[in-house]
Nanobody, 129 residues
């Protein structure tokens, strides 16, 4: 069974940092594009970042958190996607979701949540002022 499990969420003060991790199982995610989205209370899910698979590792960022986040794959386990988040602000409070495509390239429509093949359950990030 295919599964994505996020970890690393929690509470942090404004200006702080967190690193989220997404572990995949049941599928060769090293071959597929992986990404991160977030959903703030009362709002739609929005794209944060994505990374190509199959050894490409090209990264993409939306304007949502650009310049404050870095997406990568664990060097020891290409089935794990990481999201380093810095300079967090209260507006970044949200549930952060990991997602994956079966295909290796994220493509120009990677920001469209409904197009992704697999989703994790999400991890809460709370930033206090």
């Amino acid at each position: 069974q295919v599964g994505l499990v996020e970890s690393g969420g929690g509470s942090v003060q404004a200006g702080g940092s967190l690193r989220l991790s997404c572990s995949a199982s049941g599928y060769t995610y090293e071959s597929g594009c992986m990404g991160w989205f977030r959903q703030r209370p009362g709002e739609e899910r929005e794209a944060v970042a994505s990374i190509n698979g199959d050894g490409d590792s090209t990264t993409y960022y939306s304007d949502t958190m650009k310049g404050r986040v870095t997406i990568s794959r664990d060097s020891n386990n290409q089935n794990t996607a990481l999201l380093q988040m810095n300079s967090l602000q209260p507006v970044d409070t949200a549930v952060y979701y990991c997602a994956a495509f079966r295909r290796p390239r994220c493509g120009i429509n990677w920001r469209v949540a409904s197009l992704w093949d697999y989703w994790g359950q999400g991890t809460q990030v709370t930033v206090s002022s």
